[in-house]
RNA sequence: GAGCCGCUAGCUCAGGCGGUAGAGCAUCUGACUUUUAAUCAGAGGGUCCGGGGUUCGAGUCCCCGGCGGCUCACCA
């Protein structure tokens, strides 16, 4: 849409150009010596010398002779004053052009008011932006209510700019978000491991079962995929002598949205020679631990209303077990058959009659939504982890668990499955199954292991679900700064 | 991909059974020298998401489409 159509704009067009008319540069490329709002305000008032600051203008309160705005930066709000007996003609008349939102430099000294609020009386004044488009005005009471809130969220999620202006809480949260990142990278890098970056850009997917994103390398002439893991190349490195490792980075899976799901999402995965699943567990609980403090958090966290206790060790709950005592009948031993009779009665849509496949269904249906405290669901069954490695005790299972809280899905971690003909010989089958690789293996993968790969344990974390669950978010786009939507029309 | 709900001024929202489109904030004009959701008086501002249909007449009813939200499906 042009700019002009919107009366709003058109006026503040107007002044811009007036003040250019005047000799006055709306967008000047320096801005004057200041201090952040936040050391303005700790000054106090009384001392009578003289302090400069700037910031955006958000309310405008006019009294005739004289006016109060409010000035905030990230730092802080701080009121002004400006009465037109103690400024120059020259600044009333810049003042006159002054809108909401524009951003503004301003000198003067420091007073209480009547109403006792720290408040500078300004005697100097730039204009450092001539804001052409105007915000959303929000007021807050004095009881601390907010009135006129935006609640589009097509405007928030699309205009995030307009949501960290105008929302504490999501300012907050991708702070913290940052802060969640920072520790989790410390806390590894401070165990020795190292941090990497492998291919987005991938000729063969892999490391999970999702489907990719497609695209065209023209140079090639070939078809690429975005990556869905990182897994398969870090354990090449772990091959290669990198015994501790770790990628954060964006994945990518061509699925559907929902509250826990994004097309693109950050995953941490990590991998450390010489050690196995239970040391993830420990690793898990202290990433937690870590990050809960980056949060500000202690050990409570309050989720959608619901008090999580992060205090490690969390209860390791075995899958079959928990499936079993959930659902009442010991269904791991079911046949297909029967296991898919039982899921159909259940209304579980059962087209991949896959066995896999339903005891992941039916394992989502009784037991995940009753994992609302932090626990480990352990041993899953091998038909469903091929890169992890076989329980000794039941090699029908595997040394493997997925973290939950508040019913969420937050890690996936084993034992890593280091044999190289075991390994071939379940990818193989699994690619004849799955027609889109077309037989395909991983072969460089393969090379590694068959080199030789140290028994290691892996852990995979959802970062996005662990900024939702640290910072009280409901959706997955809340921690994404611009999650992903269909083209504005 | 399916179902349900929503879309009205820049923002937040009203619009009974189909009969000339409303409020608060924001904007503009005027008043006001310590206000703070400032106040008071006045004014302007609309492709009622888009298209089609029914009707003398549609923001309102019907159909198709767009975008968003929720739920479901998909996501080892």
Redesign the pocket.
């Known amino acids: 849409m042009a700019l002009e159509r919107?009366?709003?704009?058109a006026?503040?067009l107007e002044?811009l150009s007036a003040l250019r008319e005047n000799g006055v540069d709306p967008f000047p490329p320096r801005t004057p010596p200041r201090l952040p709002v936040e050391q303005v305000r700790a000054m106090g008032s009384g001392h009578g010398s003289e302090v400069s600051t700037s910031g955006r203008v958000r309310?405008?309160?006019?009294?005739?002779?004289?006016v109060?705005a409010?000035l905030s930066d990230p730092t802080g709000r701080i009121?002004l004053?400006f009465?037109?007996?103690?400024v120059s003609p020259e600044l009333w008349r810049l003042l006159?052009h002054v809108?909401?939102g524009d951003m503004i430099w301003v000198t003067g000294t420091l007073?209480?008011?009547?109403?006792?609020?720290l408040?500078l009386?300004v005697s100097g004044m730039t204009i450092l932006v001539k804001a052409v488009r105007?915000?959303?005005?929000?007021?807050?009471?004095?009881s601390g209510?907010v009135?006129?809130?935006?609640?589009?969220?097509?405007?928030l999620?699309?205009h995030r700019c307009v949501d960290l202006l105008l929302n504490p809480v999501s300012r907050k949260r991708f702070e913290d978000r940052s802060r969640i990142i920072s520790a989790v990278r410390a806390y590894l890098d401070g165990l020795g491991f190292i941090e990497v970056e492998t291919p987005i850009l991938q000729q063969l997917y892999?490391?999970?079962?999702?489907?990719p994103f497609t695209t065209k390398y023209n140079f090639l002439d070939r078809e690429c995929y975005l990556r869905?893991?990182t897994e398969l190349y870090l354990k090449r490195l772990l091959a290669g002598g990198f015994h501790r490792v770790y990628e954060i980075g964006k994945d990518f899976?061509n699925?559907?949205?929902?509250?826990?799901?994004s097309p693109e999402f950050t995953q941490l995965e990590l991998y450390e020679a010489w050690s196995d699943y239970r040391g993830m567990m420990a690793r898990f609980e202290e990433l937690v631990v870590v990050s809960a403090e980056a949060a500000g958090k202690g050990g409570e966290v309050v989720y959608q209303g619901r008090t999580l206790r992060m205090e490690p060790p969390f209860p390791r709950i075995p899958f079959v077990d928990a499936l079993h005592e959930k659902s009442g009948e010991k269904l791991f031993d079911f046949e297909p058959d029967r296991l898919a009779r039982f899921a159909a009665g259940l209304?579980?849509?059962v087209?991949?009659a896959a066995r896999?496949?339903l005891?992941?269904?039916l394992f989502?249906?009784f037991v995940v939504p009753g994992l609302v405290q932090p626990c480990f669901v352990t041993d899953?069954p091998a038909e469903?982890?091929?890169?992890a490695k076989r329980n000794s005790s039941d090699p029908r299972l595997t040394e493997r668990f997925e973290a939950f809280m508040a019913g969420i899905e937050l890690a996936?971690a084993f034992s890593e499955q280091n044999d190289p003909l075991l390994q071939r010989s379940i990818l193989e089958a699994?690619a004849v199954e799955d027609g889109v690789r077309q037989g395909e293996v991983d072969e460089e993968f393969l090379y590694a292991l068959e080199l030789g790969m140290p028994p290691a344990g892996g852990l995979g974390l959802g970062v996005d679900r662990l900024v939702m669950i640290l910072t009280d978010a409901?959706?997955i786009?809340d921690v994404i700064l611009f999650?992903?939507?269909?083209?504005?029309?």
Do not use: C, W
């Open positions: 919107n009366p709003l704009i006026g503040r002044k309310a405008r309160r006019e009294h005739g002779k004289t109060f409010d009121q004053y009465n037109s007996r103690e006159g809108d909401l007073f209480t008011t009547r109403m006792g609020e408040t009386a105007p915000m959303p005005v929000v007021k807050v009471d004095s209510e009135h006129d809130a935006v609640s589009d969220p097509d405007l999620y699309r892999g490391g999970a079962s999702a489907e869905i893991a899976r699925e559907g949205v929902d509250r826990t799901h209304g579980i849509p087209e991949s896999p496949a005891l992941d269904k989502d249906h899953y469903l982890s091929p890169l996936n699994q409901g959706s786009r999650p992903h939507l269909r083209r504005e029309k």
